[in-house]
């Protein structure tokens, strides 16, 4: 193209060169013929001038054209594989808005696979009592946080649970449970937790039908320690090992040691539910440690201790049996133990004492729910509400004797009554009332010269837990 219009412009001056000379008039003739054959051929150039240029318009429009396509074609492309590239694993950690997030009634935190979790837990209980007895020692109208928890507990890599929590309800803070526990073919738990022995203990105590549990769980000594524990278990059975020594609070160069086994059955007959149940534990303290002392007070945390055998042993044996039934909303539980004291300081003559105590109680719920029972547990759990409100009655006999074999800690025999009202799962207000009957304790000063009195106790508990 550009050599064409380069031929225009030569051809153009040199007629224009050719027009300015002066010429003669014999060659007019001729000169005016090759002008006219130069027109000619400057109108071909200008034609083929014009094609060239119409011809490269159209070439570069079906460029463009083929351009703007394929571009277009590029863009859609890159979005329909958008979601692809968003959600393809890179292997690296998924961003905190994968996070499961839920509140049951505290928040929880799991991953989205499900094999991390984090739950935010605690509990707040406040009493009053009013305590008064026979010989008047006691004369209590007094307020406490029973309890007052915080705590984590959850999973991770989905086999491994874990849980820690600390109450603040007393002048230090105490750590309760802590522990890990895994959850192969036998849950192995390691940390500090509770001794696997007697149904009252084991059950939460955000779940008992009486605000306090039954007097030998106490007296004998059932808590917490730091050991190892295996336990197996189906649908309706389990049985638990564990090997402890000592607490988070004890400090001596020998923690002693202690082994503790529980065995659960759970059948189903009709429409009933039914536990059996029996544990063991052999208790030996280490040589620096103080030895063992038995005591108990009435159905009121408040309330001093009226039945007391003072410091006596260095090791024990603990023997318990257990039963429990719900027929709907109607429920029976019972539990009886004995205790084997070994006499760190016998006098001449003296044998080791046996102590004992046990329970048999009956509850009701008016409004028609029933006690939530774990067969694969072997423990009471958190009710299910059939309307906004549930009430629960109830009565107990209890029964703890600390006197055999000279030592005179006690018998103490209490009657109790109750009432519970849940507003919701986990909001509980309950209503204690407790006539206690103390003989043989001898070595309790507070009872007098003849070891008797008469305690009766009323408690008022406000609960709630997450």
Same mark, same amino acid.
């Given at each position: 193209?550009?050599q064409i219009?380069?031929?225009l412009l030569l051809?153009?001056?040199l ?8 010429v003669?008039?014999?060659?007019m ?7 006219a054959?130069?027109?000619?051929q &400057?109108?071909?150039l ?18 463009e !054209?083929?351009?703007a ?5 590029e863009?859609?492309?890159?979005? %329909? ?14 961003p905190s *808005?994968?996070?499961k =997030? ?5 928040? @929880?935190?799991? *991953?989205?696979?499900g ?8 509990? =707040?209980?406040?009493d009053?009592?009013f305590?008064?007895? *026979?010989d ?8 406490e ?12 890599w ?18 309760t449970?802590?522990y890990? %526990? ?11 937790f509770k ?8 059950? #939460? ?12 769980t106490?007296?004998?000594g059932?808590a ?7 336990? &197996?278990?189906g649908d309706?059975?389990? =049985?638990?090992v564990?090997v ?11 923690e002693?040691l202690t082994?503790?086994?529980r065995?659960?059955? @759970?059948? /189903? ?9 029996? @544990? ?8 620096? %440690?103080s ?7 009435p159905h009121?945390? &408040?309330a001093?201790?009226?039945?007391n ?11 318990g /049996? ?5 027929f709907?909303?109607l429920s ?11 006499? @760190?300081?016998?006098s001449v003559g003296q ?10 109680? /009956? ?5 028609g729910? !029933?006690r ?7 423990t009471f759990?958190?009710i299910k509400?059939n309307s ?10 209890d ?5 055999? $074999? ?5 018998e ?10 849940? =507003?919701?799962?986990y ?8 006539? *206690?009957?103390? #003989?043989?304790?001898?070595?309790v000063? $507070?009872?007098?010269a ?12 406000? %609960?709630?837990?997450?």
């Amino acid at each position: 193209m550009h050599q064409i219009k380069r031929g225009l412009l030569l051809t153009t001056a040199l007629a224009t060169l050719l027009a300015a000379q002066p010429v003669a008039a014999d060659d007019m003739s001729d000169l005016k013929k090759q002008m006219a054959e130069l027109q000619k051929q &400057l109108t071909v150039l200008q034609e083929k001038v014009a094609a060239s240029e119409k011809k490269a318009a159209i070439e570069k429009a079906a460029i463009e !054209k083929a351009a703007a396509e394929r571009t277009g074609a590029e863009r859609a492309g890159a979005e %329909q594989m958008a979601p692809v590239m968003v959600t393809k694993p890179t292997g690296r950690a998924k961003p905190s *808005s994968d996070l499961k =997030v839920k509140w049951e009634p505290a928040p @929880s935190i799991s *991953s989205p696979d499900g094999n991390f979790e984090m739950n935010l837990r605690g509990r =707040v209980i406040v009493d009053t009592a009013f305590v008064n007895d *026979s010989d008047n020692n006691d004369n209590i109208k007094a307020t406490e946080f029973r309890a007052a928890r915080i705590g984590i507990e959850g999973k991770a890599w989905n086999d491994i649970k874990y849980k820690f929590e600390a109450d603040f309800s007393g002048n230090d803070v105490a750590v309760t449970d802590a522990y890990l %526990q895994w959850q192969g073919p036998a849950k192995i738990t390691i940390g500090q937790f509770k001794t696997p022995n007697s149904l009252e203990e084991q059950t #939460s105590g955000r779940y008992t039908t009486f605000m306090e549990r039954a007097s030998f769980t106490d007296a004998f000594g059932l808590a917490r320690q730091i050991g190892i524990s295996a336990a &197996l278990g189906g649908d309706n059975y389990t =049985v638990t090992v564990g090997v402890f020594r000592g607490d988070n609070d004890t400090v001596a160069e020998d923690e002693g040691l202690t082994f503790a086994a529980r065995a659960t059955y @759970s059948p /189903v007959f009709g429409s009933a539910q039914w536990h059996f149940g029996a @544990s063991f534990r052999s208790r030996n303290l280490g040589d620096d %440690q103080s030895d063992i002392r038995y005591r108990q007070r009435p159905h009121a945390h &408040l309330a001093n201790r009226f039945i007391n055998t003072g410091t006596i042993a260095d090791k024990d044996t603990f023997y318990g /049996v257990e039963a429990a039934s719900i027929f709907g909303p109607l429920s029976f539980q019972a539990e009886w133990a004995i205790t084997k004291a070994d006499l @760190s300081n016998p006098s001449v003559g003296q044998n080791d004492p046996t102590f004992s105590g046990g329970y048999i109680e /009956v509850s009701y719920f008016i409004t028609g729910e !029933k006690r939530a029972y774990s067969p694969a547990k072997g423990t009471f759990g958190r009710i299910k509400l059939n309307s906004a409100n549930a009430v629960q009655v109830a009565a107990k006999f209890d029964r703890i004797d600390l006197t055999d $074999e000279g030592v005179f800690g006690g018998e103490q025999d209490t009657f109790i009554l109750g009432a519970s009202l849940w =507003v919701n799962r986990y909001t509980r207000f309950s209503a204690n009332y407790s006539y *206690s009957r103390i #003989s043989e304790a001898f070595a309790v000063i $507070e009872n007098g010269a003849d070891g008797a009195n008469k305690v009766n106790t009323f408690g008022l508990r406000a %609960q709630v837990d997450w």
